[in-house]
């Protein structure tokens, strides 16, 4: 059984910094594209980040890009979230994502993910 948990979120003063990581059992990430999303109250859940399987390519929404950092830990079976100048609108729930398949690259949408952690609440006050 394949299992994601998340942690690190938080409450956190505009301008701070937060890690967000998220801990993968039941596979292996080595041959796997992760990502990240998150979902704020009454909005639809959007793309964050991802990391393509070899950890090559890394892509961004517009609004995180210079604030965000996505990477990975093969050996720990880990992806994590670095988010750097933190702002009110980056408040919202944030879920890790992996794929059904290996060798992804640039998965962006939601519908590429097949397993969701349970989410961790960020929240940024201004």
């Known amino acids: 059984q394949v299992q994601l948990v998340e942690s690190g979120g938080g409450l956190v003063q505009a301008g701070g910094s937060l890690r967000l990581s998220c801990a993968v059992s039941?596979?292996?990430?080595?041959?796997?594209?992760m990502g990240w999303f998150r979902q704020a109250p009454g909005k639809e859940r959007e793309f964050v980040a991802s990391?393509?399987?070899?950890?090559?390519?890394?892509y961004y929404r517009d609004s995180v890009k210079g604030r965000f950092t996505i990477s990975r830990d093969n050996a720990k079976n880990s992806v994590y979230l670095q988010m750097n100048s933190l702002k009110p609108e980056d408040t919202a729930v944030y879920y890790c994502a992996a794929p059904k398949g290996p060798w992804g690259i640039k998965l962006v949408s939601a519908s590429e993910y097949v397993y969701w952690g349970q989410g961790t609440q960020v929240t940024v006050s201004s």
């Open positions: 039941g596979r292996t990430i080595r041959t796997s594209a």
């Open positions: 990391i393509s399987w070899s950890g090559g390519d890394t």
